[in-house]
């Protein structure tokens, strides 16, 4: 099946860094790359998201990066603020969600 | 989008006995998933609930430990069965229109359960 490895598990920065999250997925079959943010005592809530046609995606502050064939994709997060702190997860889809272990980011104001 | 809302939100359980989770979704939906997440830890699919009929388990789950109902397109139930110390966990309903889990899944906030 498929395997995620996500790094860094933790992630301090200043406010105003930037955030960068990497994750590495086994399944050339999976075709849609999701990332989740989770605040304390509440479900994952999807940020961004590409698909395997896709090199690249941005939405303000957030963008992510896939390199099919190196099997690995990246969340970048620029101009960081304290809000942004939360665990971020990635998550590799074929056919079924398989998610990396998580990400606490923290960010210093 | 899609609004889900899961109760209980948390239970103190003892051991041996079974618990039920309800999700209900603010609209229909394609896809309902039952998600174990350990605190601090990353999320593990239990199961894709399936309406009118029987769940797709994952590798190490099993529906006598947890069986699951789907009446409709919009309400799903999990039960921890004759739960021990180990099923303490939160338990996360999520839900997508996507077939075959490959478009934005929106959560529920969980269900924390610890079992003494």
């Known amino acids: 099946g498929e395997n995620v490895e996500q790094h860094p598990s933790t992630l301090s920065v200043q406010e105003g860094d930037s955030a960068v999250i990497k994750c590495t997925y086994s399944?050339?079959?999976?075709?849609?790359f999701p990332w989740y943010k989770q605040e304390l005592g509440k479900g994952p809530q999807l940020i961004i998201d590409?698909?395997?046609?896709?090199g690249e995606k941005k939405d303000q502050r957030i963008a992510v990066t896939l390199n099919k064939t190196a099997k690995h994709f990246s969340l970048h997060i620029t101009e960081t603020q304290p809000e942004d702190s939360a665990v971020y997860f990635c998550?590799?889809?074929?056919?079924?969600?398989?998610f990396g272990d998580g990400t606490t980011l923290t960010v210093k104001p | 989008s899609a609004v889900i809302s899961q109760k209980p939100s948390r239970d103190i359980c003892q051991r041996g006995t079974s618990l039920t989770i309800q999700c209900q979704v603010d609209?229909?939906?394609?896809?309902m998933f039952w998600y174990r997440q350990q605190p601090g830890q990353s999320l593990t699919l239990i199961a894709t609930?399936?309406?009118?009929?029987?769940?797709?388990?994952e590798s190490g789950f099993v529906i006598d430990k947890f069986p699951i109902s789907r009446p409709n397109l919009t309400f799903s139930t999990l039960t921890v069965s004759n739960m021990s110390p180990e099923d303490s966990s939160i338990y996360l309903c999520s839900a997508g229109q996507a077939t075959g889990n490959t478009g934005e899944l929106f959560f529920g906030e969980g269900s924390r359960l610890t079992v003494l």
């Open positions: 609209s229909q939906v394609t896809m």
């Open positions: 609930a399936n309406q009118g009929s029987e769940a797709t388990y």
């Open positions: 590409i698909r395997s046609n896709v």
């Open positions: 998550a590799a889809n074929a056919g079924k969600s398989t």
């Open positions: 399944d050339s079959a999976s075709n849609y």
